[in-house]
C-alpha cells in the first residue's frame, strides 16, 4: 500500500517535470521534441502497473481519441497543428486512458482560445496569429491527469 503510494507520487512528478518541459520547449521554439512524448508514453507503460483502475482498452483508445482527430484538422488546414502536439496528445491519451484525455484536450483548446480571444481583443493579434498550442495542452494534461476523474464524474455523473 505506502509502495504503491509512493510509487504514484514518483510517476505524478515525472509526469509534471515531462510536463514542463515541454511546455518550455514548445514556449520557446514553437517545437515539441519527438522524445519529450516518448517520454510521457514511457510514463503511461508504467502507469499500467501503478495505475491500473484505467484499463489497456482505455488507454489504447486514449492513445487515438485526440490524435486522430488532431491529425485530421491539421491534414485539412496545413500549418493548424503540429505533429508535436499530435504526438503529445497520443502519448497522453494513452497516459490518462480516452476519458480523461477527451477531457484534456477540452481544457487545452478552451485555455489557447480564450488565449488568442485575449490577444485579438487587445489588438495584439489577428485572427491567423500563430502561437505555440503545447503549453496549453500540457496544462490540460495536468487538469485531466489530477483532477479529471473527480471532474467527469461531476460533470456526467
Not at 522524445?35 to 486514449?62: H, K, Q, T
Amino acid at each position: 500500500m505506502v509502495i504503491n503510494l509512493i510509487l504514484r507520487i514518483a510517476l505524478a512528478l515525472l509526469v509534471l517535470l515531462v510536463l514542463a518541459i515541454v511546455s518550455y520547449k514548445d514556449a520557446k521554439t514553437s517545437e515539441i521534441p519527438d522524445a519529450l512524448s516518448l517520454a510521457l508514453l514511457v510514463l503511461g507503460v508504467v502507469a499500467l502497473i501503478v495505475v491500473p483502475e484505467i484499463s489497456l482498452r482505455d488507454r489504447m483508445v486514449g492513445l487515438v481519441a485526440v490524435a486522430c482527430p488532431l491529425l485530421l484538422v491539421s491534414l485539412i488546414r496545413k500549418g493548424s497543428i503540429g505533429g508535436g502536439d499530435i504526438k503529445l496528445m497520443a502519448a497522453a491519451g494513452f497516459l490518462l486512458g480516452w476519458q480523461s484525455v477527451l477531457l484534456a484536450a477540452a481544457v487545452g483548446i478552451l485555455g489557447a482560445a480564450a488565449y488568442a480571444i485575449a490577444l485579438i481583443v487587445r489588438k495584439q493579434a489577428k485572427g491567423d496569429h500563430k502561437f505555440p498550442f503545447g503549453p496549453f495542452l500540457c496544462v490540460g494534461i495536468a487538469v485531466a491527469y489530477f483532477f479529471g476523474g473527480n471532474l467527469i464524474a461531476m460533470l456526467f455523473g
